[in-house]
């Protein structure tokens, strides 16, 4: 990865819903998920209106030079707003995890929390290069924090 490249974002939209559900999809998305099952079009479509249309939830399309790379999303909640983000599939291993989460810890300004499933090694890794601490783990999840 060229060290020049610019990493933005941008709120997703209703024309972005096919490569979001293929993102979603994916095996291994899936498997790091809290809700690992398939997503069908039908369900897919109104969820992404919804979350489009919530002003407390904000889910942004990270692009590199204008290519899609992956998602960040915000929950927006007190005292900490929930994080959590996606890599394109095709993008993974590149470095745009971190990337993209340093650059929704600048968007965003303000307190976050961040779940992680044990085992996913590589988000273990984004959120200590983003900045966030690892707060207490139980056999489902891992909780981190960062503040602003």
Request: glycine share 4%.
């Amino acid at each position: 990865m060229k060290k020049d490249l610019t990493l933005t974002l941008r709120p997703a939209t209703i024309a972005d819903a096919l490569m979001l559900l293929e993102w979603r999809n994916d095996e291994e998305t899936r498997r790091q998920s809290v809700n690992m099952d398939k997503v069908l079009l039908e369900t897919h479509l109104p969820w992404l209106e919804k979350v489009i249309a919530n002003p407390n939830r904000k889910l942004m399309i990270a692009e590199l030079e204008g290519t899609p790379v992956g998602t960040v999303r915000l929950d927006i909640e007190e005292p900490r707003s929930e994080l959590s983000w996606t890599i394109a599939p095709k993008m993974r291993g590149k470095g745009f995890g971190t990337l993209m989460v340093i650059e929704a810890v600048k968007y965003f300004n303000k307190p976050l929390k961040i779940i992680i499933k044990p085992g996913n090694l590589a988000s273990f890794k984004v959120a200590e290069k983003a900045g966030f601490k690892k707060i207490n783990e139980t056999a489902d999840m891992t909780n981190w924090i960062h503040d602003k």
